[in-house]
């Protein structure tokens, strides 16, 4: 790789033709601790970005090198570095300064807020301030604001997340920085289960399906999966899948584009039975037959327990 020289701590800087050919977009991503940095760093997470949390800044200058050389095929990049990093946060400003004059192409975010919103979101949280561990957080947000001053007037953009939601950030951080993404989607994971195995680990949302009619006590439906048509059969015999469905359909046509709309970016949806063999994974497969044909989810079954001895 061709340099065009080193700058004041003996780090190399990359040349301007480097970079047409290797990253097309670098997003530096600091600001004061409780603002928003790592709500930030998911949204460019989830637009395919190669992400990077709690970089100290002499490190960056080794990233970029990195992604300079030969058969990388990282394209877009984001990093998060703040206070946390401690002494080594000290030649941030400077990093940027010499980023700027290599010609790399890089964008730096900056996220403030006012101390009464950093103070609210440090108590629902409990956490200790970084810059005051054995202090007050007005303390460590104080000093923090000493430190970041330099660098929020390097900044390309600066965003004030007072009084914003996690998913208000979300929608204008890809509203504003992310302008070429592509349209949202919600990957929707319907996981089958049984409970007789144990609960669902984390589900967003869970739906006991025991009350259906159970194939298990039937000899030759026993052996048989969910994905058979004859387990269906037998759910459905008295009409009660189909009310079921009548009832379930709107919800999840309501649900899944309010989550969508939120900026969620997973939803697992836990589908749970006695053994997780038959109804479970029945209804399982029928949700995601129904929803694998809209282009803003992208659908995945699991079946956790159809495996087990029936």
Do not use: W
């Not at 030649?91 to 300064?97: P, S, V």
């Not at 046509?253 to 309010?258: E, F, H, R, S, V």
């Amino acid at each position: 790789m061709e340099v065009t020289g080193v700058d004041e701590l003996g780090e190399q800087i990359v040349t301007s033709e480097d970079v047409v050919s290797a990253l097309t977009d670098l997003v530096i991503i600091t600001g004061f601790s409780g603002a928003g940095k790592s709500t930030a760093m998911a949204v460019f997470e989830d637009e395919g970005y190669f992400c990077v949390d709690n970089l100290p800044s002499e490190m960056i200058r080794s990233l970029v090198e990195l992604f300079m050389h030969t058969g990388s095929k990282v394209q877009r990049a984001a990093v998060v570095s703040d206070v946390r990093a401690g002494t080594y946060f000290e030649g941030f400003a400077t990093m940027i300064d010499d980023l700027r004059a290599s010609g790399v192409k890089h964008r730096v975010l900056f996220l403030d807020a006012d101390e009464s919103t950093l103070l609210t979101r440090y108590k629902e949280t409990r956490r200790r301030h970084p810059m005051a561990p054995a202090g007050t957080v007005t303390e460590g947000i104080a000093r923090e604001r000493d430190l970041l001053a330099p660098l929020r007037g390097r900044a390309d953009v600066v965003f004030d997340t007072s009084g914003l939601t996690a998913a208000m950030l979300r929608r204008k951080l890809a509203d504003e920085l992310l302008p070429t993404r592509t349209p949202g989607r919600l990957a929707v994971t319907f996981q089958s289960f049984g409970f007789k195995y144990g609960p669902a680990r984390d589900p967003d949302l869970l739906l006991d399906v025991r009350f259906l009619p159970n194939p298990h006590y039937e000899g030759d439906l026993r052996p048989l999966t969910g994905e058979d048509p004859r387990i269906v059969e037998f759910i459905n015999r008295d009409g009660e899948l189909d009310a079921f469905y009548e009832r379930l359909h709107p919800l999840f046509d309501y649900l899944l584009p309010q989550y969508l709309a939120e900026g969620k970016a997973h939803l697992v949806v836990a589908i749970g039975c006695t053994g997780g063999r038959h109804r479970s994974v029945a209804i399982a497969a029928h949700l995601a037959a129904r929803y694998s044909s809209e282009p803003e989810y992208l659908v995945h079954v699991v079946n956790r327990d159809v495996s087990r001895p029936a």
